[in-house]
């Protein structure tokens, strides 16, 4: 029975884990889209996804934290014991996106130390926060 549990426990992390890796995409890529629209996409060359390189070249930090900040809380709330965890997976899908072009294309991501720290600073520092306050408000029921 514990191993059904604790198999159960893992599958439920791991999905979590997902969710907070495509909430990542969405806080870059929702306020691009409700700003620009999906047909302005401009970056379509060396690139696997226009979209979400059109939506970082264009990023707007004030809705991205705060989406992510939302996301945080929701994550924080429901799954408290990974919140940390679940903070840091926010920028997983960034990073894998990021190193699969600079595989493809090896002349983007030129300065990619200081864009993967963007990436911590803008979406996974708010993440992070509000799924430390979303596990202190589950804490506290």
């Known amino acids: 029975m514990f191993l059904i ?45 226009p979209l979400l390189s059109s939506a970082w070249e264009g990023f707007n930090p ?3 934290v705060l989406i992510m900040i939302f996301m945080g809380i929701v994550l924080g709330l429901l799954r408290p014991q990974r919140w940390i965890i679940l903070g840091l997976s926010s920028v997983l899908m960034l990073l894998i996106v990021a190193n ?15 864009e993967f720290a963007l990436y911590f600073i803008f979406i996974g520092a708010p993440t992070l926060l509000g799924t430390f306050f979303g596990s202190k408000i589950r804490k506290k029921k």
């Not at 495509?22 to 806080?27: D, E, T």
């Not at 699969?100 to 200081?114: A, D, K, Q, R």
Request: proline share 8%; hydrophobic share 50%; net charge negative.
């Open 5 to 49: 549990t604790m198999k159960n426990s893992l599958i439920l992390d791991l999905l979590f884990i997902l969710f907070a890796a495509f909430s990542g995409i969405v806080g870059v890529v929702l306020p691009y889209i409700v700003l620009n629209g999906f047909h302005n996409t401009p970056y379509a060359s060396e690139t696997i996804s």
């Open 62 to 64: 004030i809705p991205s």
């Open 100 to 114: 699969i072009e600079m595989n493809i294309y090896p002349t983007s991501h030129n300065l990619f130390p200081f």
